[in-house]
């Protein structure tokens, strides 16, 4: 990697961590409180480059070409919680259910490098809001702008394997009220390799997503790990299979402590996906549809010593169903 495109991205690291450690009024207005909705209700952030898959990256050769896409998804209750009620399982409470988010992206390729754009919004939701966790209402819309996310990226090929390096940074710009913010700039660093074969690849991403933290009762959503895969088979030269699977552990335990016992849970986000991609001169299109997976687990410690781990669940955001349609251009 050649000195002076280290020294740009240590210096794009070091804005990252300054604007983290920015002073508070740079935080969204209504997100100090103990339920705050200025996080995302989907974890899913597709990259704006080529060859980025529908939840995962991967690397194809820079081009000094640009590219304009879109992505637009589904997601069946990505943020459900049980509230305490007579019913021994609880009261399920919707709080976004139906979810239609739509990212714009664009990407410019120069060299080794790539730089890009997403544009997020959120359709069409149904669900309580956050006024099902507080005064158990109906909310009025969900639907707004999302956080947008400007990104670079520099990759260099090494016979059949690939390696990158990726910055991203989160803008504070979503509307309130959504589920589709972040309560102040984010920065999320993240090195991914590839192997590329002749019928087949296999792609490994590992980064971070650091970002102020919003309380949503006991449970606060900030920053987390970052872990992807993505492998897939050539069917042919324009038809490709493939599959993703995303995690992203939560930096953070929640802690659901009552008089009579201590109940903890460390949050893991996880979904996996299935799809497929067409590949013309022109154009790209890309469908895939996924779950999310039961990774986290809970703990509690009773008053008598003894304690218990509950079987494993899917926290939110965690949609039941997702299915993801992307289609992108490029042109010199």
């Not at 790990?225 to 335990?253: C, D, I, W, Y």
């Not at 509690?300 to 993801?324: F, K, M, N, Q, W």
Request: proline share 7%; aromatic share 10%.
């Amino acid at each position: 990697m050649p000195a002076v495109v280290l020294q740009r991205l240590l210096a794009c690291i070091g804005v990252g961590i300054g604007l983290l450690l920015a002073p508070g009024s740079l935080a969204l207005a209504g997100c100090l409180g103990p339920y705050a909705d200025c996080w995302s209700a989907d974890d899913a952030w597709p990259e704006p480059f080529q060859g980025s898959g529908l939840l995962t990256p991967s690397i194809e050769p820079v081009r000094s070409t640009f590219s304009a896409g879109l992505a637009l998804g589904y997601l069946r209750n990505p943020v459900n919680v049980v509230a305490a009620a007579p019913d021994p399982y609880g009261d399920q409470i919707r709080v976004v259910g139906d979810w239609l988010p739509a990212r714009a992206l664009f990407s410019m390729g120069w060299r080794d490098l790539e730089f890009g754009a997403v544009l997020p919004f959120g359709f069409g939701a149904s669900g309580t809001g956050l006024a099902g966790v507080t005064t158990r209402t109906e909310a009025s819309s969900l639907s707004g702008m999302g956080a947008p996310r400007l990104a670079v990226r520099f990759a260099r090929r090494f016979g059949n394997f690939q390696l990158a390096a990726t910055e991203q940074l989160v803008l504070p710009l979503a509307a309130t009220g959504t589920f589709l913010g972040s309560n102040g700039f984010g920065y999320a660093p993240a090195l991914l390799g590839q192997w590329d074969g002749a019928r087949a690849w296999l792609s490994a991403s590992l980064g971070l997503r650091l970002a102020r933290s919003s309380a949503f009762g006991p449970s606060r959503f900030g920053s987390s790990a970052a872990l992807a895969m993505n492998t897939g088979v050539h069917v042919s030269q324009r038809v490709k299979l493939f599959a993703e699977t995303l995690v992203l552990p939560a930096l953070n335990e929640d802690d659901f402590s009552y008089p009579s016992a201590k109940r903890y849970s460390w949050r893991i986000p996880a979904e996996l996906l299935l799809g497929a991609r067409l590949d013309t001169s022109q154009l790209r299109v890309s469908l895939g549809a996924g779950t999310s997976l039961p990774l986290t687990r809970e703990h509690v410690e009773y008053a008598d010593g003894s304690s218990a781990t509950t079987s494993r669940y899917a926290a939110p955001p965690s949609p039941a169903l997702r299915i993801e349609l992307r289609v992108e251009t490029h042109w010199q």
